[in-house]
């Protein structure tokens, strides 16, 4: 689908408009407003050709398609790899010229196995926007190349803050070019998170230095992704490919009118986004499309994964395929989305992309609600709490959670919140494994909705990190939502697509305030990554290697990963987690033992011994032990 070929003698366009009776290219000398140079009426053979001689670099370009007297308005094509201002018109580009130096040598950190991910979802301006940030490039793409940040205490912030907690892998919230933020008024806070797509092969333009330059987004954002790789860090990027922003405005619509969207039985765009504009994966060149895109954003900007939004809408067939293009280039690029859909898509359950048929995806993992409901309470009633809180009934959600949503014989699906009745993995891998992302209330508001007004904020903070701790010891891949390691609250707004940087914004003199808790989320995340037990990635291993024990109390898990479990240096490990408010016995197996993790202090090297037999759990809190 390489829509616009560029050479300084020439450029070459493309277009595929199989039922369109004429196209003209239009050739401007800016993104908005300015002059129109040139018409050219297009010549259909297979698709719809013409060709420019001379040097076009810098100039813009649009297709208007004609079927029978109906012209469907300007637009820079469905695959626009450069864009102007507010995305309306194409950019014709040199894209050697956009690779920072050494672009060519950027490499991939090392990545043995997706068991070995900890990811962490950001939004550009929430992380770098507020004033005691230290960042200059506040809520660009440059903020991340930026060190020495600091907030007003002296404490990092930044990429470095990052680095200092440990995560693999950030998930960037939608950094394509969306549509809801006017990029011609910067000047002017606006707020969205991007979750509203106009081109999807092109960096937003709000979060360059200069929307106005089609060079600069795209140069931008690879010197943001050559460091977080210099820094040890994967980039993995938000794609919405099931709906757009708007249909008549759509490249889509304006390229190929009524292909790419699916109809319900009357007629109408069906729903299954919420958005009215539910597209059809399942269509030949959708797919191609889709495949195209991540393969370009793999190879042009070096993106290491990819989540899908309401991936339940695409079909089994095109994400396998969209997994095999992408082993192509590298088997490490991880693959995970949103195994649901807001309504009912127009294609037969079994072939969706569900949450329910990710046994059927080669791959490619989901977000766990049964896990992160268990643990904090139901989504769709904020005043309802869950473990971590002292409401009993979810441990079987929480063992099905701590076992990465295998199949495992001691556990009652059953039993499990929205009653799966079954496992929906193969592998651990493919269950992602949190507790808050951007889409809800964060998890300090919903501990304090799910709790008496009067909680103190230290019991608050022992909720907060017994639900972590099952998180990051949890066999899937855990998944942190940006600040909950810094206490972040968003003033119990739960939808805050479109609220003001006052109510998203991280304030980092929580890191001063609150630099326990951080340290205690660094020190989690160092303890799984210095111990495979935890992270054993295969299903056979946690069925061999991790046995559940009997607890005499409601709200209390206890288990064992025994004999070494996945080669760890420790022989065996006990973890217990106690959701209720008083301190409880467990019955462990008999031996010497040291406390690695004990009210809510991490320490590899130990926290003193413990004997085997019947021991006592702090409320509200979790225990680890080994041998």
């Not at 900890?118 to 230290?134: K, L, Q, V």
Request: hydrophobic fraction near 35%.
């Amino acid at each position: 689908m390489n829509e616009v070929t560029y050479t300084p003698d020439a450029t070459h366009f493309n277009l595929w408009a199989p039922t369109a009776d004429e196209v003209l290219l239009r050739i401007y000398d800016a993104g908005i407003d300015g002059n129109l140079l040139e018409t050219i009426s297009m010549t259909k053979k297979d698709d719809w050709h013409a060709s420019l001689n001379g040097n076009y670099d810098g100039k813009f370009y649009t297709f208007e398609i004609r079927i029978n007297d109906q012209w469907y308005g300007e637009t820079p094509g469905i695959f626009a790899k450069a864009v102007g201002v507010n995305g309306l018109r194409g950019a014709i580009i040199d894209l050697e010229k956009t690779n920072p130096k050494d672009w060519k040598n950027d490499q991939r950190p090392v990545l043995n196995d997706f068991s070995d991910i900890t990811i962490y979802e950001i939004h550009h301006r929430d992380f770098s926007i507020s004033p005691n940030s230290g960042i200059q490039n506040k809520g660009k793409f440059l903020s991340w190349t930026e060190h020495g940040t600091t907030n007003d205490d002296g404490l990092s912030t930044g990429i470095d803050h990052l680095k200092d907690l440990g995560i693999s892998h950030v998930h960037l919230l939608p950094s394509f070019d969306f549509a809801t933020i006017d990029e011609t008024k910067l000047d002017i806070p606006q707020f969205n998170w991007g979750y509203d797509p106009l081109n999807y092969n092109v960096p937003e333009g709000s979060y360059s230095t200069d929307p106005y330059d089609p060079y600069l987004r795209i140069s931008e954002f690879k010197k943001m992704v050559q460091n977080f790789h210099k820094n040890g860090i994967r980039v993995i990027m938000d794609m919405v490919y099931n709906h757009v922003y708007s249909i008549p405005d759509s490249p889509f619509e304006r390229t190929v009118p009524g292909y790419f969207f699916r109809k319900d039985a009357d007629g109408n765009y069906a729903n299954g986004s919420g958005c009215f504009s539910e597209t059809a994966s399942e269509k030949d060149m959708m797919r191609k499309f889709m495949i195209e895109s991540l393969v370009y954003w793999a190879k042009e900007y070096h993106i290491d994964g990819f989540r899908f939004d309401l991936m339940g809408i695409h079909d089994i067939e095109t994400m396998n395929a969209i997994r095999k293009a992408l082993d192509e280039i590298d088997p490490t690029i991880f693959l995970y989305g949103e195994g649901w859909s807001a309504e009912p898509p127009q294609l037969p359950f079994e072939d969706l992309a569900m949450k329910a048929n990710v046994s059927k995806l080669n791959g490619i993992g989901a977000f766990s609600d049964e896990f992160r409901d268990g643990l904090r309470g139901n989504w769709f009633s904020n005043n309802v709490g869950g473990f971590a809180v002292g409401v009993p009934n979810s441990e079987e959600s929480l063992k099905f959670g701590l076992v990465g949503g295998i199949e495992h014989p001691q556990i009652d699906y059953g039993k499990i919140n929205y009653d799966p009745k079954r496992s929906w993995t193969k592998n651990p891998t493919q269950f992602i494994s949190y507790v808050s992302c951007h889409d809800d209330m964060c998890l300090v508001d919903k501990l304090k909705f799910t709790t008496s007004n009067d909680t103190d904020t230290e019991q608050l903070l022992k909720y907060h990190k017994l639900c972590h701790t099952a998180i990051f010891l949890s066999q899937g891949v855990p998944f942190l939502y940006s600040g909950e390691e810094i206490f972040r609250d968003k003033k119990g707004v739960c939808n805050t697509y479109k609220s003001p940087d006052s109510i998203n914004l991280i304030n980092w003199a929580n890191k001063t305030r609150y630099f326990p808790l951080f340290n205690y989320y660094k020190n989690l995340i160092a303890l799984r990554k210095s111990h495979p037990a935890f992270r054993m990635g295969d299903a056979e291993l946690i069925r061999k290697h991790l046995n559940f024990l009997p607890v005499r109390d409601k709200n209390v898990i206890a288990y064992e990963l025994k004999n070494h479990a996945n080669g760890d240096e420790w022989g065996e490990i006990v973890v217990v987690f106690n959701g209720n408010l008083n301190e409880i016995s467990v019955e462990i197996p008999d031996g010497t033992y040291t406390a690695v993790l004990r009210d809510s202090m991490i320490r590899l090297e130990g926290l003193g011994h413990v004997q085997g037999g019947e021991i006592k759990v702090s409320g509200s809190s979790a225990l680890v032990l080994r041998k």
